[in-house]
């Protein structure tokens, strides 16, 4: 009885030691990364400085913008980093927040301000990583994405953005499931 105890502790312990090996390299492996080109769009948008601490009020004032003049989102809400936060102080992040809105919000354009309007943007190929509900810390995505595209044969075209997929509204961006892209072009001869 007591081999018998033991090898059922052996197999257990192989067991877990295997398990845990599996979920160490399923965590320690790269994010997925893809090109998709998005479609032309209108977007209502707001240029917001300043740490992401408070950006909410600022989510939330161009919401209440497009309430007040019946313009209805037709996407997630997203972010266009307009500068690097490794090189500026968090006071001074700039950060383009845009909805996506129907084409008829263009009779807006050049009405709502100086840091606050409607454009229209041209389609363009994004390279494209997800950084999954539950993962607090997006800098190995970015970093993926950005090692994917020239290993691919691509050009950097424009600035980060990050799309926000799930739970948005609970303010946690570790709950929060999103898309980081990044605007890229074939570079000539490269397919």
Known sequence: MTKLKGLTLLLLV???ALMCSAAIFASSSKPAVSTRTIKP????YTIYRGSHDGIG??????????GENQLQPEGPIYYVFLNNPKHVSREHWLTEIRIPLDKKALKLAGTLGEMTDVKSLPAMDMAVGVK??????????????YTWVFKQG????????????TNTMSGSYEQMK??????VYKISGNK
């Open 41 to 44: 769009q209108v977007v209502l």
């Open 132 to 145: 999954p509900e539950g993962e607090s810390n997006a800098s190995p995505i970015y970093k993926a994405v």
């Open 154 to 165: 691509y050009m950097v075209a424009g600035s980060w953005r990050e799309v926000f997929l």
């Open 57 to 66: 009020f600022a989510i939330g004032n161009l919401l209440a913008l497009a």
């Open 14 to 16: 192989i067991g877990l």
């Open 178 to 183: 999103t898309e980081i892209m990044l605007p």
